[in-house]
């Protein structure tokens, strides 16, 4: 996006959001162009202000908070925002993409994992390659089919009894559960990661299924959606007809904010501008200047080639008669 569009946007919205200061998309818009525009002491006065008076708990502002505080070098309250943000949505890929651009191993995995396809699409072209997937996630994405012969479910029990603190395991119970037609089972594992994360918006999405395809609760299945449409108006939860209902009255400023976010996404914008790849050349130049270790030398053991010397080689080397013969010319010096 040129820069000159960016300005006109930020001006624009700084407007807007004076007359309607709890709009939530209104809001959402301005921090993605003041991040777009790269006006971070803004963009987090702004944050702030935003967080403090709104009436909607926002991961999407939150993301943006931790985008600024980064820029700005503020590591100390982007770890502080990080875990906040965690304890809302474990699944968050925007706060890893970002921490990954510091802590390369620690979050660019996970970042590409929850990351919607089109977002790993990118990721994958500013790598040149996709992440590696750790057997730890691999029940992360359920496939749409899974027959009861592949006992997932069982799997994914498994997997939990390793790491079972992990809140993401259990929501793919829960989606394996639910694939398999156990709803019952599903709707129980979900109540459970509820009552911890409440706002965990793949746990949200399912729980809304069960209750408009299963229950027949179709106003319940609603509040559940709006819920992840304030959590993040851009949810990758939040797709096709079955959200059309959620906003009617700014389908427009919805429209534009996904547009954005498609074609100039603020998160991986700044991933691709702050992400340092030490190119494979560096590597080998750097172990090369390793300081080698020098190990003890030692002391030189000058061979004299005695009777005694040469009986042992020969030893060594199963001549037994040769053996005698310089042992016993041993004997004879002494």
């Given at each position: 996006?040129?820069?000159?569009?960016?300005?006109?946007?930020i001006e624009m919205y700084?407007?807007?959001?004076?007359?309607?200061?709890?709009?939530?998309?209104?809001?959402?818009?301005?921090?993605?162009?003041?991040?777009?525009?790269?006006?971070?002491?803004?963009?987090?006065?702004?944050?702030?202000?935003?967080?403090?008076?709104?009436?909607?708990?926002?991961?999407?502002?939150?993301?943006?908070?931790?985008?600024?505080?980064?820029?700005?070098?503020?590591?100390?309250?982007?770890?502080?925002?990080?875990?906040?943000?965690?304890?809302?949505?474990?699944?968050?890929?925007?706060?890893?993409?970002?921490?990954?651009?510091?802590?390369?191993?620690?979050?660019?995995?996970?970042?590409?994992i929850f990351s919607p396809?089109?977002?790993?699409?990118?990721?994958?072209?500013?790598?040149?390659?996709?992440?590696?997937?750790?057997?730890?996630?691999?029940?992360?994405?359920?496939?749409?089919?899974?027959?009861?012969?592949?006992?997932?479910?069982?799997?994914?029990?498994?997997?939990?009894?390793?790491?079972?603190?992990?809140?993401?395991?259990?929501?793919?119970?829960?989606?394996?559960?639910?694939?398999?037609?156990?709803?019952?089972?599903?709707?129980?594992?979900?109540?459970?990661?509820?009552?911890?994360?409440?706002?965990?918006?793949?746990?949200?999405?399912?729980?809304?299924?069960?209750?408009?395809?299963?229950?027949?609760?179709?106003?319940?299945?609603?509040?559940?959606?709006?819920?992840?449409?304030?959590?993040?108006?851009?949810?990758?939860?939040?797709?096709?007809?079955?959200?059309?209902?959620?906003?009617?009255?700014?389908?427009?400023?919805?429209?534009?904010?996904?547009?954005?976010?498609?074609?100039?996404?603020?998160?991986?914008?700044?991933?691709?501008?702050?992400?340092?790849?030490?190119?494979?050349?560096?590597?080998?130049?750097?172990?090369?200047?390793?300081?080698?270790?020098?190990?003890?030398?030692?002391?030189?053991?000058?061979?004299?080639?005695?009777?005694?010397?040469?009986?042992?080689?020969?030893?060594?080397?199963?001549?037994?008669?040769?053996?005698?013969?310089?042992?016993?010319?041993?004997?004879?010096?002494?």
């Open positions: 996006m040129k820069e000159h569009i960016i300005f006109d946007k700084k407007s807007e959001v004076e007359k309607k200061p709890l709009s939530l998309l209104t809001n959402i818009l301005f921090l993605t162009y003041l991040s777009l525009g790269k006006q971070y002491e803004e963009l987090l006065t702004h944050t702030e202000q935003f967080l403090m008076s709104s009436m909607y708990t926002s991961t999407l502002a939150e993301d943006f908070n931790l985008l600024g505080n980064l820029a700005l070098r503020k590591t100390d309250t982007a770890k502080t925002i990080l875990i906040n943000i965690k304890s809302l949505d474990p699944e968050d890929s925007h706060i890893r993409l970002l921490m990954s651009t510091i802590k390369q191993e620690e979050y660019l995995e996970l970042a590409y396809q089109t977002e790993r699409k990118k990721i994958s072209e500013i790598l040149k390659k996709a992440p590696k997937i750790s057997q730890s996630y691999e029940f992360y994405r359920i496939p749409d089919v899974i027959g009861i012969k592949d006992h997932l479910s069982d799997k994914i029990k498994i997997a939990i009894e390793k790491d079972p603190t992990n809140p993401t395991l259990k929501v793919s119970l829960a989606e394996a559960l639910l694939k398999l037609g156990q709803i019952d089972e599903a709707e129980k594992e979900l109540n459970n990661i509820l009552l911890i994360y409440p706002n965990y918006p793949r746990a949200l999405y399912l729980y809304a299924k069960i209750k408009s395809d299963y229950r027949g609760e179709e106003r319940e299945s609603i509040s559940y959606l709006k819920k992840i449409f304030n959590l993040n108006p851009i949810s990758q939860y939040l797709r096709g007809a079955e959200v059309m209902f959620l906003n009617e009255k700014e389908d427009i400023l919805e429209n534009e904010l996904r547009e954005v976010f498609q074609t100039n996404n603020p998160f991986i914008g700044f991933f691709k501008e702050n992400f340092k790849q030490t190119p494979k050349k560096d590597i080998e130049k750097k172990e090369k200047e390793l300081p080698i270790k020098k190990t003890e030398e030692l002391p030189k053991i000058e061979r004299t080639d005695s009777p005694l010397e040469k009986g042992f080689d020969s030893l060594d080397k199963k001549k037994y008669t040769d053996a005698i013969e310089q042992f016993l010319k041993e004997l004879e010096k002494k």
